[in-house]
């Protein structure tokens, strides 16, 4: 495997441009659109038809008496971030303010007096606090809700919720630590160590980086004994069995060993896309060499031998985890909503400590195919799991019964704008989408209007507005790694050093001038369809291709394509591949075409082997873009083809 070689931040390159100062229109800014006006309405009404709302005073009973899940609050407070984001951008929205103060209210009369806020163990299983750190998800409930605190306190101004969930984390600081009388726990799912910095970042309380701080270093401690086994004994239970080596389950959470020590990624997808993210966050925040040396090894684990085409991860159902380094398969691939979601928090947030493009590359992929393809058009079913191949039986669903990944993905397209820019001592543009932004460049300031049709055109336009004419700064424009040819111009100048230089560098195009008011920026991808092939060793792939145009995947689906099963189809290798758009179809997507062959199955008559090769077929094959599959009749679905000869 490869090594990848970034050296040592001397301090962060970027922070996320401020969501308020961003706005979104195409592509993006219709799904946003679509996020704000169907996925966040509908979520809330299935929040009151599963209870979860109910569940929240904890009076309530059904005749269940633990009617309520040991996880609903994570499932309300990805909502209410959700909600808090697209407040931030699209203040005008009085019914969906209305839904967050009644949710609001809501966590404010559940809070102890201690401060502990969750309304499962307030109200289930109250003897049972903090006794089942590894499968019981409190910690993790804990997480969403400050992360949901501080997004609301950023959308309103109103810190009520923020300083709830703060007391909530003092009474969590003082009961975990090496001190005398701690428990010396830690979360069995991730999640909680990246809230609390972004709690620390929001409120400048060190107690909550040193708790984020204590989380990860303590993780798969084994002296005197590991944690999870001591809480185990506690209950009265047996520790996790021992296999080959390997201690299970917690492997499954990544506490195996201490996170220092890990070099591939293992265990639950999700579980560790959280605690990889909070390991940069911690790095960011004057984290040691060891611990950015094993966030890269992992880095390079994951993207280089675990990572479908589409930027999803996480290979199995059984357990929802890693397998096995080049263990990628298709049909049963797993590749959860969620654990793309993740990829993209982890991708961003190395973009902005080492401002290398190759990790908003990966940004981008998980973006437009293993996330997008996540939920409907219409933004109101959801996929949990993401295979790359079906039989036409598997489709999305109105809701979950474990409801992680519908909330989760309206949290990510509300607050997108924190992806497509970073800010610091110099601006960034990671991702192209029309509308726009306003973005600190050191002193300077700088307003841009994009204008283009990406991800179906490489055409990109942004005018520039510094605060004061003739500012100078540093923008930096993200050359995509699927990208062979690019030009970028201002006027009649053209940037032809800097492309080059930022083909053997960063990845990022570094235009510094004095800019002046009104200037046009014109970037041009080329983006033909090209074919993709997978490592020789991903067994499932082999003799395989795969097309992608720009920054998008494709697939067949059975119902543009007449030669069925799909696993028939096979596409020459120098067959021509023809993209042209359709408006009408699917939100307006481009399509590839391209002349493929089927084998012929009508003169095999009632044997299963014969000595003879069967006949090909030409057959025209038509191939759409991964996110959007199953939008229209059930059917069949390929993004793995045989490429013939």
Sequence with gaps: MERMTVGPPAKVLARPADLELIRLDGFWGRRQEVNRKRTLPTQYDKLVETHRLDALDPTWRTGDPKSRHIFWDSDVAKWLEAAASSLTTHPAD??????????????????????????????????????????????????????????????????????????????????????????????????????????????????????????????????????????????????????????????????????????????????????????????????????????LRLWDNVTQTQMYVTGSV?????????????????????????????????????????????????????????????????????????????????????????????????RLLAGLGHYAYSQGEEAWVHLYAAGQAELVAGAARLRLRITTNYPWDGHVEIEIEPDKDGTEAVLNLRLPDWCERADVRIGGESFTQQIDAARIGSGYIRLQRAWRRGERLELDFDMPPRRLYAHPRVRMAAGKVALQRGPIIYCLEEIDNEATPLSRIGLPQHATIDARHEPDLLGGVTVLEMQGYRLDAEDWQATLYRPQAPQQQPVQLRAIPYYAWDNRAAGQMAVWLRELD
Excluded at 217 to 230: C, K, L
Excluded at 267 to 293: F, I, K, N, P
Excluded at 358 to 372: K, Q, S, T
Excluded at 395 to 408: I, K, S, T
Aim: proline share 4%; net charge negative; glycine share 8%.
């Design 94 to 295: 009085p019914q969906l303010a209305e839904q967050i103060d009644s949710v609001v209210d809501r966590y404010l009369h559940l809070q102890d007096d201690d401060g502990y806020i969750n309304s499962f163990f307030q109200s289930v299983e109250p003897q049972g606090r903090w006794t089942h750190l590894r499968d019981r998800h409190e910690l993790y409930c804990a997480g969403h809700l400050i992360e949901a605190a501080v997004a609301h306190s950023h959308a309103t101004g109103d810190d009520r919720l923020q300083a709830a969930l703060c007391r909530f984390a003092d009474h969590i600081a003082s009961l975990f630590g090496v001190a005398a009388g701690q428990k010396r726990g830690y979360p069995g799912h991730e999640e909680l160590e990246l809230a609390l910095v972004r709690l620390y970042r929001a409120t400048g309380s060190h107690v909550y980086l040193d708790l984020a701080r204590y989380f990860i270093d303590e993780r798969g401690n084994t002296e005197p004994e590991h944690y999870f086994d001591v809480e185990a004994r506690a209950r009265g239970e047996e520790p996790a069995p021992h296999i080959h080596g390997a201690q299970l389950p917690n492997d499954h959470c990544q506490a195996h060993t201490p996170v220092r020590l890990q070099d591939r990624a293992t265990g639950h997808a999700v579980r560790a896309m959280y605690l990889y993210s909070a390991m940069t966050d911690l790095v960011a925040e004057g984290g040691d060499g060891q611990l950015e040396e094993a966030t």
């Design 314 to 410: 996480g290979a199995s159902g059984q357990g929802e985890r890693f397998t096995q380094d080049y263990d990628l398969p298709e049909e049963t691939s797993y590749c959860e909503t969620c654990a793309a979601i993740g990829l993209v928090f982890w991708s961003r947030r190395l973009v902005e400590l080492y401002g290398q493009a190759r990790f908003a590359d990966v940004m981008e992929r998980a973006l437009y195919n293993g996330v997008l393809a996540g939920i409907s058009l219409d933004g109101e079913r959801y996929f949990y799991v993401n295979p790359l191949a079906s039989q036409g039986t598997h489709h999305r669903q109105d809701w979950f019964g474990c409801a992680c990944c519908p909330p989760n993905i309206a």
